[in-house]
Each structure stands twice: as C-alpha cells, then as structure tokens.
C-alpha cells in the first residue's frame, strides 16, 4: 500500500434518528491509497455512516473530512469522489462508451480527453472491443466492470463501493478485486462495504461496526490473530454476535 495523506478523516461522528442513534461517535483515518474495509451486519450503522462521508446526509453532531472537503460541504465532496452503489448505476439501454460520456459530461471532461480516457479504460480492463455494445447485452460481470471503471473515470482521490459484488460468482468478484487493487497502486482511496468475508482479506485495513460503534479496527491478519480465528468470517462472526439491535432495525 502506498502511504500519503489522509483521505478521510472522522471524529466522533454520530447521526440520530428521532431517540435511535444509527452510528454513535465514531472514529478513524483513511490514508490515500488504502482500501479500507466498512463492515458491519444489517442495521450496524455502516450504510448510514458511508451516505454521510459520501454527502447524501447530514451528521447529528462530530466531525470528518473527505478528500479534503468538511463533511459540511456535500457539494464539494461529491465532485472529488467516485460513487458505486450495490444496485447496478450504468443505463442499460445506452451503448458503453454513450454511458461513459455521459457520466464524463457531469464531470465536465471535455470530449477530447473523455474519447482518450475511454479508449485507455477499456484497453485496461480488456473490453476494447466492447465499446460500442448495449449495456444490457452485458453479462453481470463486465456490466460491475464498466460501473466501476466508470466510477472512477474523473479521477477521484477516493472511491465508495457499497456492496459491489452481490451476486457476481467468485471468479468475477477476483477480478473484479484485481481492478480495485489497480487503482489503489494508483492512488485511489476505496472505501468499500462487503458481506462477502473473503473480500475483506483483500482490505489493507477492516472496521467492523456493531450497534453503531466501531467493534474493532485493524488489518486483516492482526484481526485473526487478536481474535484467535482462521479467517475474516470468524472475526465477524464473533463480533456480531455481540449486536443487540434487531436485524431489521433502521440502518
């Protein structure tokens, strides 16, 4: 992993909802290049918590920055991120590189430097012969690809993926993983959420949320060893276990 500058920076950060506190004062760093791993089972606090640092919501109290922007400032936080949600964010009945103009547009790139940048994303990810297909031609795993590619076609100092590999079979999620392993030698900061335990052994760094706090935070193999299991799944487990919040609770 590549060290630099703090990406993300949060203190006591805490959002409520009417008498439920969804996530209660949490702390951590984010260093550039890092992917770093938000975990936490349903109604952790982990999603509400991710749509603050990402600037779709507003904290209850704390503080933070993104990218080098006050989590205050949601405007221009998301122009120096990149956004993957769980659910497919690409326009299906649009041809690949119409898609990649379009979201290079909202950026404002200009249409000589989006043509080249397309040209090299898709030379990357071996999908050079692909430019001209429908999106809804694609199979799921070059359809998660492209989102993600695209995602980071404006060049963001970080990157946010909630849950991008749901029901992608393993030898895609591997690859997709490669991409992202690519872009954090870049320096791209990702910020990613998984409920595949498998995945956060790629993490450089894994938070696990329980009941709104930060249970633990460390890397990988410092995990395993500190809760004396053989993998991720185990850690999880364990910790979770201690959640006294309903499953269905409101995240």
Known sequence: MKTGDTSIRVRDLTKRFGT?????RICFDVKEGEIFGFLGANGAGKTTAMRILCGLSKPTSGEGTVAGCDIADAEQIKRRI????????????????????L????????????ARRTDE????IGFAHGKNALVK???????????????IFHHPKIVFLDEPT??????????????????????????????????????H??????????????????????????????VFRQLAGKAKRMENCKK
Request: charged letters at 25%; glycine letters at 6%; one cysteine or more.
């Open 166 to 203: 749901g029901g992608v079979d393993p030898v895609t999620r591997r690859q997709f993983w490669e991409l992202i392993c690519e872009a954090s030698e870049r320096g791209v900061t990702v910020f990613v959420t998984t409920h595949y335990m498998d995945e956060a052994e790629y993490c």
């Open 137 to 151: 031609s694609l199979p799921l795993g070059w359809k998660q690809k492209l989102a993600f590619s695209t995602a």
């Open 82 to 101: 990149g956004y993957m949600s769980q659910k497919f964010s690409l326009y299906e009945n649009l041809k690949v590189w119409e898609n990649i103009r």
């Open 121 to 124: 994303m898709l030379e990357r």
């Open 20 to 24: 439920f506190t969804a996530v209660d």
């Open 205 to 234: 760094r894994v938070s696990i949320m329980v009941d709104g706090r930060i249970e633990a935070l460390d890397t990988p193999q410092n995990l395993r060893a500190k809760y004396q299991a053989n993998s991720m799944d185990e």
């Open 103 to 114: 979201f290079a547009g909202i950026y404002g790139i200009s249409a000589k430097e989006t």
